[in-house]
Nanobody
């Protein structure tokens, strides 16, 4: 049973934007690292970005930093991933994940995250 719920995936044209949302129960959200991964069928799941909800510290895969932005809404226990200037290479299933943020630094490995959502599909056409 998924404890994280993603939304916002869609089909868009290249150059477009999407905002993904991830909502978590309070007991998972508070003081956690909440991150986004993406996966193309048949390939490894790739870490995209994460945020430490305790202080809002953001972490990015370096080559996505200039197009993607992660943010949080503490009142609604929600983390957002704003994706701009999308390309067909961004096409993937996007997964939200949450893990311990005890040290305030979010990891980029799947094993750093204990809770996962079912994923939301992003498709970018040229």
């Amino acid at each position: 049973q998924a404890q994280l719920v993603e939304s916002g995936g869609d089909s868009v044209q290249a150059g477009g934007s999407l905002r993904l949302s991830c909502t978590a129960p309070e007991y998972i959200y508070i003081g956690a690292c909440v991150g986004w991964f993406r996966q193309v069928f048949g390939e490894e799941r790739e870490w995209v970005a994460a945020i430490y909800t305790g202080r809002g510290r953001q972490h990015y895969r370096e080559y996505l930093r200039h197009r993607f932005a992660i943010s949080q809404d503490n009142a609604n226990h929600t983390v957002y991933l704003q994706m701009n200037d999308l390309t067909p290479e961004d096409t993937a299933m996007y997964f939200c994940a949450a893990g311990s943020g005890g040290r305030g630094i979010c990891g980029s490995d799947r094993t750093d995250y204990n809770y996962w959502g079912p994923g939301t599909q992003v498709t970018v056409s040229s």
